[in-house]
């Protein structure tokens, strides 16, 4: 082979893998454009749904709304400013017992277990009528932080609206043993639980009205309006009983009585005084 030809083999061969190399390179930096794509759309859409969260958690939500509402709809027998009073007995009945209420708080639920048929007993025989006051601040506590409270209370809203009666009955299966939860679990913030319970009442099983009226949140404003009216009247924690203003306590003298005896005899000292 002559010096000539060996000469243009090799510069050939170098340029072959210059073209290669070129080729190569262009590869590489088409990938490296397509990563840096991929990269750039990955990171606005995180920004987008980060966006998107902050935006979300900031807007009302059911709640702000039914709290902020101008107009609302209260239940058949109410009356007052916004439907907040209720009063529920005969009217002949001359002192009222005012009896202050969350529906997740436990302790309402041992006094509705024990001493709740004794007051149903005591309305129906006019010995006295039952302010109504609902309050939701344990929606609001770290330990049960949820809805519960609010939406229970817009459901009895619902139960209002058909009779006091189904009221009563529908408040003393809420804080049943078999139905009522433990404070931390939030089980009255779902529908399906708390028409479940109402199946149980005689005036609301199977009623389509009081069942629209609970998933279409009725009485959310109400409900709202009613804890606001609990959050003004200075009463720190639940149940709270009052007559004439006065508390009425146990045998401790702090606390609502929470046996049929200390009850009785509470109710009887509030009625002669």
């Not at 759309?41 to 902020?68: F, H, S």
């Not at 809203?157 to 404070?183: C, I, N, R, T, W």
């Not at 028409?195 to 629209?212: E, P, R």
């Amino acid at each position: 082979m002559s010096k000539r030809n060996s000469q243009a083999n090799k510069s050939a061969a170098r340029e072959r893998l210059r073209v290669e190399r070129e080729r190569q390179a262009k590869k590489d930096r088409a990938r490296r454009q397509v990563v840096v794509g991929v990269s750039v759309v990955a990171v606005l859409a995180i920004a987008a749904g980060i966006g998107y969260g902050v935006m979300k958690l900031n807007e009302p939500d059911r709640w702000d709304e039914a709290g902020d509402a101008k107009n609302v709809t209260a239940p058949k027998n109410t009356s007052g400013k916004d439907g907040t009073t209720v009063v529920i007995g005969k009217s002949t009945a001359k002192k009222t017992l005012e009896l202050y209420e969350d529906s997740r708080c436990p302790i309402c639920a041992t006094f509705e277990q024990t001493v709740g048929e004794t007051v149903h007993k005591d309305i129906d025989a006019g010995k006295y009528k039952v302010k109504y006051i609902g309050a939701t601040f344990l929606d609001g506590a770290k330990s049960a932080n949820g809805q519960g409270s609010k939406n229970a209370l817009s459901a009895l809203g619902a139960a209002l609206d058909v009779s006091p009666e189904a009221f009563l009955d529908y408040k003393y299966a809420l804080y049943s043993a078999k139905y009522h939860p433990e404070e931390t679990d939030d089980k009255f913030k779902d529908d399906s639980y708390l028409l479940k319970i109402a199946d149980t009442v005689d005036a609301l099983k199977g009623n389509a009205a009081f069942q629209k009226n609970v998933t279409d949140g009725t009485y959310d404003a109400w409900a709202m309006k009613m804890s606001a009216a609990f959050d003004k009247s200075g009463v720190k924690g639940t149940p709270t009983l009052k007559m004439d203003g006065k508390a009425l306590t146990g045998s401790d003298e702090k606390n609502a009585p929470m046996s049929v005896a200390d009850f009785n005899n509470a109710i009887t000292a509030a009625l002669k005084g």
